[in-house]
């Protein structure tokens, strides 16, 4: 098993930045690709952006490419996203997800149906 618990959101102002967190624990040394993930209300579950183990394979949902830098600090068990310039758009629960697959075809990393552990989620909310 794996816990991850994000932290991190809040209220912005747009063109704000703010910084995400998520803290993995349990079963860790099973987790190859990590993920972010955001909802809006009455919206379906968007893929933020996705990173592989050692950071070499990165991508970015095209909304937030540009203004956002996903990161992981692998002996802390930590991923991040930066996010700068933010709009209002950007409003969402922001969840972040890992997975026990080392190798991706594709664009698999954008659905949410392979990755096998999420956070509770963290409120991300921007002002106009």
């Known amino acids: 098993q794996v816990q991850l618990v994000e932290s991190g959101g809040g209220l912005v102002q747009a063109g704000g930045s703010l910084r995400l967190s998520c803290a993995a624990s349990?079963?860790?040394?099973?987790?190859?690709?990590m993920g972010w993930f955001r909802q809006a209300p009455g919206k379906e579950r968007e893929f933020v952006s996705h990173?592989?183990?050692?950071?070499?394979?990165?991508y970015y949902g095209d909304s937030v490419k540009g203004r956002f830098t996903i990161s992981r600090d692998n002996p802390k068990n930590t991923l991040y996203l930066q996010m700068n310039n933010m709009i209002p758009e950007d409003t969402a629960v922001y969840y972040c997800?890992?997975?026990?697959?080392?190798?991706?075809?594709?664009?698999?990393?954008?659905?949410?149906?392979?990755?096998?552990?999420w956070g509770q989620g963290t409120q991300v909310t921007v002002s106009s």
């Open positions: 997800a890992s997975s026990k697959l080392k190798y991706w075809s594709g664009s698999n990393y954008r659905l949410p149906q392979f990755y096998d552990y």
């Open positions: 349990g079963r860790t040394s099973s987790i190859y690709g």
């Open positions: 990173i592989n183990l050692n950071g070499g394979y990165i």
